[in-house]
């Protein structure tokens, strides 16, 4: 699947959007916070659809603390 992708990046955040998905990220300076939020927008409806994201958003998570453990 592929998707065309408008942003808006500022100091600590990051918010994308497409057609039908929404994604966001957000980070705090001077600690080890990271957030993140996504779905899928469905026609005609005004709420954010969070499909999957539990399920991917602990993927990523446990993803990032293997990367950021101490080595050994």
């Known amino acids: 699947m592929h998707a065309r992708f408008h942003g808006v990046r500022r100091p600590g ?3 994308l959007q497409s057609r ?3 994604i966001g990220i957000a980070a705090a300076p001077g600690h080890t916070l990271v957030a ?3 779905g899928v927008r469905v026609p005609g409806r005004a709420a954010l659809v969070p499909v ?3 399920r ?4 990523v998570l446990g993803r990032l603390e293997a990367r950021l453990a101490p080595p050994g």
Request: charged fraction near 10%; proline fraction near 0%.
């Open 56 to 59: 991917a958003g602990a993927k």
């Open 52 to 54: 999957g994201v539990g």
């Open 13 to 15: 955040r990051l918010w």
């Open 20 to 22: 039908f998905v929404l």
């Open 36 to 38: 993140f939020t996504g």
